[in-house]
């Protein structure tokens, strides 16, 4: 089980970054894939999920109506659209799997990932 995380850099606040997450070695039709992302200093905080089977998603109060998370299990892939990136945006962004979901749980990002990614890098400054 492998995930590859890509797509980060340097964007202004107010900008837009594309992340995406390619898995291999199991298909993503059937597992949450979530984006975590930790920025120096600070814990390791869950970003958004989804289900790949039903495409149901959830995100963190801090990325609502911002950060878009999508999933095409043609392509094994998940990606994440982030919008009006902020400062605070700032951080390592990490893919992680939880294999064998089909029902979003009620806490999503408190459980034991089966597999993560490298991560990539998100800066936002001006």
């Known amino acids: 089980v492998q995930l590859q995380a890509s797509g980060g850099g340097l964007v202004q606040p107010g900008g837009s970054l594309r992340l995406s997450c390619a898995a291999s070695g199991f298909t993503v039709n059937y597992n949450l894939i979530a984006w975590f992302r930790q920025a120096p200093g600070k814990e390791r905080e869950g970003v958004s999920c989804i289900i790949s089977s039903t495409g149901a998603t959830y995100y963190a109060d801090s990325v609502k109506g911002r950060f878009t998370i999508s999933r095409d299990n043609a392509k094994n892939t998940v990606s994440l659209q982030m919008n009006r990136l902020k400062p605070e945006d700032t951080a390592v962004y990490y893919c992680?799997?939880?294999?064998?979901?089909?029902?979003?749980?009620?806490?999503?990002?408190?459980?034991?990932?089966?597999?993560w990614g490298q991560g990539t890098q998100v800066t936002v400054s001006s």
């Open positions: 992680a799997v939880l294999e064998s979901v089909e029902n979003m749980p009620l806490s999503p990002f408190r459980y034991e990932y089966d597999a």
